[in-house]
């Protein structure tokens, strides 16, 4: 069983940034690809952004390349999504994910086991 806590989310002005972390309990956060999700009121949880198990293989959905980066800090058991330049578009309650041991995760929620409570992101434009 894996326990997920998001934090860093907040309220922040149109082209501004935060960072938003993720801590995974237990010992096998290492040997499980990550990904954050988010979903905006009235709309489908979205795939944001991937991360392979030791970092060398990062995807992100088209709305936020070049402004949202993932990164993960195994040592930590915690993944990080920098999230730069944003927009109102990008209000929505974040959540990240992990995929089953030693399985390939990428864009596909199906492919992701378990999941954080999500926290709040609201850009003011």
């Known amino acids: 069983q894996v326990q997920l806590g998001e934090s860093g989310g907040g309220l922040v002005q149109a082209g501004g940034s935060l960072r938003l972390s993720c801590a995974a309990s237990?010992?096998?956060?290492?040997?499980?690809?990550m990904g954050w999700f988010r979903q905006a009121p009235g709309k489908e949880r979205e795939f944001v952004a991937t991360?392979?198990?030791?970092?060398?293989?990062?995807d992100y959905a088209d709305s936020v390349k070049g402004r949202f980066t993932i990164s993960r800090d195994n040592s930590k058991n915690t993944v990080y999504l920098q999230m730069n330049s944003l927009k109102a578009d990008d209000t929505a309650v974040y959540y990240c994910?992990?995929?089953?041991?030693?399985?390939?995760?990428?864009?596909?929620?199906?492919?992701?086991?378990?999941w954080g409570q999500g926290t709040q992101v609201t850009v003011s434009s």
């Open positions: 237990g010992r096998t956060f290492s040997s499980r690809d």
């Open positions: 991360i392979s198990r030791n970092g060398g293989r990062t």
């Open positions: 994910a992990a995929a089953q041991n030693w399985r390939y995760a990428s864009g596909n929620r199906n492919e992701y086991t378990y």
